[in-house]
């Protein structure tokens, strides 16, 4: 097929409705517009990407405290602790489960596999879902590396639970399109919110809010299309296909008698959110920068422009328009600061991106036919009318951790080890340790549990009931050492508890203090 008659092929696929979808005996050809998923060069994307992951031991030491958190809850996991119950996480049962499997073979190894697969998945769907929207498989393609990209930069070093739910939120995605074209019967919803359970069984509190948006969405759909008993429905499949996924596998917290724990936790980033928070301004200047520095504000008010186009592009342009500001704000009203943050706002930016460099959508319908595609447009456009801001942007995300590690942190990395051997040579398996740090780094390396569900005072902590927790639970548990960080401010009942029941240990430490119980 010559380049004119291709054309004329997608525009008309681009402007069919879904009904025509549906009926068309031109259906099966020009299905074939599309070129097939380039599976392999997703994989070996994916393999690159996971390369990066803090599960490296060459990169463990640039964990964030998030990370270094899910880190030791794999292998706390391995040695009997139980999720929610030991180890306090807002992650959902199904990546502690990964996490645990990864620790009980091979090491971490197994995990940074897991990881290899879910962005193969990921990538794949992104893929579909792009390709069938702007019908441009060259287009689809950029999009899936500009989201490895992304994932190697907001998300450095990996092992967040964000990255293990995306196969679930992009399939998700590409099965609304799916829909919105005609292409799947009612009855497919059950399959649809089995994979919602399964996404909110790895991430639940960013599971909860894409599904409800989705949920309104069809809501929306279905009303103005009149279908509102096929719409009820549809809600009605989607609840059976959660209920046969999330029951038999949530029951698990049910009869280690964590769930009520779990459900407490899995809401923190609700209980946490304050717009009025002293960190507001900071956050506010530094997410700021990152979302129109990587074209995510263009991207955003470009979308306003409607325009004609099918319905499954006009869905998704509903879903990113609302899903990305929200999704945005709550980065915000969080007191724990990173660039994995943004994680969450990938789906929606990425969907918005896709239809800001989908070039044919500005254009009229003589140029769309008559135009020879590029393999560099959209790229160019990406990054010229950011006046190539996203290069500075990334260049920033990978410098950052390596800067901070081996330039700024001035050994603060060696004697946290030290520290660690000392705890491993003057303790048992038995005695339990506290870090009272920026990281959870401690208990891994020095091979000892932690005596307080919240492994560190710099995470989880936004909450005055969090707070009061982990000083009453560390007053109960009395560890045996506890490492103070002199940049992390003691509470001042801890610090008396430390002064009356413990006594320094003479180590040769700038950045810490390690105490030992008397």
């Known amino acids: 097929m010559n380049d004119k008659n291709q054309q ?14 549906q009926n068309t005996s031109e259906r099966r050809r020009l299905e074939k517009i599309i070129e097939p998923v380039p599976s392999l060069k997703l994989f070996f994307w994916s393999i690159l990407v996971s390369l990066t992951s803090v599960i490296n031991p060459l990169l463990t030491n640039l964990a964030t405290n998030l990370q270094s958190q899910n880190l030791y809850a794999g292998w706390a996991l391995t040695q009997g602790e139980v999720a929610y119950a030991n180890i306090y996480g807002t992650s959902g049962l199904l990546y502690y489960l990964v996490s645990w499997l990864g620790n009980l073979f091979l090491g971490q190894l197994l995990f940074l596999l897991f990881q290899v697969v879910a962005l193969t998945l990921a990538g794949i769907y992104l893929f579909q879902t792009i390709s069938q929207i702007t019908v441009r498989s060259g287009l689809a393609r950029q999009i899936t590396i500009l989201f490895y990209l992304f994932v190697v930069t907001l998300g450095f070093g990996g092992t967040y639970s964000m990255i293990f739910a995306f196969p679930f939120i992009f399939r998700s995605l590409y099965h609304l399109v799916k829909y919105l074209q005609g292409r799947v019967r009612d009855e497919s919803f059950i399959r649809f919110g089995m994979v919602g359970a399964l996404a909110f069984l790895i991430e639940p509190a960013f599971s909860l809010f894409f599904y409800s948006l989705t949920t309104l969405f069809l809501l929306l759909y279905s009303i103005a299309d009149k279908r509102k008993a096929r719409g009820f429905y549809q809600l009605l499949a989607g609840l059976l296909g959660f209920s046969l996924v999330f029951y038999p596998l949530g029951y698990y917290t049910v009869l280690n008698g964590s769930f009520g724990v779990a459900i407490s936790q899995a809401t923190y980033v609700l209980e946490a959110f304050r ?14 920068l990152l979302f129109l520095g990587l074209g995510f504000a263009t991207a955003l008010m470009t979308a306003f422009a409607f325009k004609e186009e099918p319905t499954a592009a006009r869905g998704m342009r509903f879903i990113g328009l609302l899903g990305l500001p929200i999704s945005f704000v709550g980065v915000l009203g969080l007191p724990e600061k990173g660039a994995y943050q943004l994680l969450i706002t990938l789906p929606f930016a990425l969907l ?18 008559h135009r020879k595609p590029t393999k560099t447009s959209s790229w160019n456009r990406y990054l010229g009318k950011q006046l190539f801001l996203p290069l500075l942007a990334i260049l920033y995300l990978l410098a950052y951790p390596f800067v901070n590690e081996y330039i700024l942190s001035n050994g603060v990395s060696a004697e946290r080890n030290l520290a660690a051997q000392h705890i491993r040579e003057n303790s048992t398996s038995k005695d339990s ?6 990281t959870a780094s401690l208990y891994k390396k020095a091979q000892r549990l932690s005596a307080v569900s919240l492994l560190s005072p710099s995470l989880y902590t936004g909450t005055e009931e969090n707070r009061i927790f982990l000083r009453n639970a560390l007053n109960e548990a009395s560890p045996k050492f506890i490492l103070v960080n002199k940049d992390v401010k003691l509470f001042s009942d801890v610090k008396k508890k430390i002064s009356q029941d413990y006594e320094e240990v003479n180590l040769k430490l700038n950045h810490f203090k390690l105490y030992q119980i008397k």
């Open 275 to 288: 717009l009025n928070g002293n960190y507001i301004f900071d956050h506010l200047l530094y997410y700021g």
């Open 433 to 438: 340790i506290y870090a009272w740090d920026n």
């Open 352 to 369: 918005l991106l896709a239809l800001w460099l989908d070039t044919g959508g500005d254009r009229d319908g003589h140029e769309r036919r």
């Open 8 to 21: 004329e092929n997608v525009e008309i696929l681009v402007s069919m409705s879904a009904e025509t979808w």
